[in-house]
């Protein structure tokens, strides 16, 4: 077993309290996988990321979780240009679907939300290639918290 001894950021296993770019910006997991927001508005959003070395599985092609955590971040970010800022929600159920694989380059997603029933949101992502491509197709379902404030989290103000 190699590196079972790297410990990422500071080594804490938690819990954690840290400071956001803003409410529609990248997590530090995102930043992580070198996300970034293009776009977010209206319910809509559109991100990429990278294929980078540390993103790929053993037969060298990008990893599914990676692209898994692209398109449930960008739904994410479809949803939180619809809602109060500082509100909590997260994903309660996600469906993948692998087109294609990806052997390289940068992949983009596209993301929208289909559907809003209280405090459940639906939502739809699709990842394509550099080529413009579909690589995946994503479904996913979220709920706000009863107890819907963030805590322990600070949000700058944007100018």
């Given at each position: 077993?190699?590196?079972?001894?790297k410990?990422?950021?500071?080594?804490?296993?938690?819990?954690?309290?840290?400071?956001?770019?803003?409410?529609?910006?990248c997590a530090?997991?995102?930043?992580?996988?070198?996300?970034?927001?293009?776009?977010?508005?209206?319910?809509?959003?559109?991100?990429s990321?990278?294929?980078?070395?540390?993103?790929?599985?053993?037969?060298?092609?990008?990893?599914?979780?990676?692209?898994?955590?692209?398109?449930?971040?960008?739904?994410?970010?479809?949803?939180?240009?619809?809602?109060?800022?500082q509100?909590?929600f997260?994903?309660?159920?996600?469906?993948?679907?692998?087109?294609?694989?990806?052997?390289?380059?940068?992949?983009?997603?596209?993301?929208?939300?289909?559907?809003?029933?209280?405090?459940?949101?639906?939502g739809?992502a699709?990842?394509y290639?550099?080529?413009?491509?579909a690589?995946m197709?994503?479904?996913?379902?979220?709920?706000?918290?009863?107890?819907?404030?963030?805590?322990?989290i600070?949000?700058?103000?944007?100018?």
């Open positions: 077993m190699e590196n079972q001894d410990q990422p950021g500071n080594g804490s296993t938690g819990p954690h309290s840290f400071t956001m770019q803003g409410w529609i910006s530090p997991f995102e930043r992580l996988l070198n996300m970034s927001i293009l776009e977010a508005s209206d319910g809509a959003a559109v991100l990321m990278p294929f980078y070395i540390d993103y790929a599985q053993g037969g060298g092609l990008m990893h599914g979780g990676a692209l898994v955590s692209l398109a449930d971040t960008a739904v994410v970010m479809a949803i939180k240009s619809l809602i109060e800022p509100t909590h997260a994903t309660t159920d996600l469906r993948a679907k692998y087109l294609l694989p990806v052997k390289e380059g940068t992949v983009t997603a596209r993301a929208r939300i289909t559907g809003r029933n209280g405090r459940v949101f639906q739809q699709t990842i290639d550099e080529n413009g491509r690589v197709e994503f479904y996913s379902t979220f709920k706000i918290a009863r107890d819907a404030r963030i805590k322990g600070n949000f700058e103000e944007k100018p």
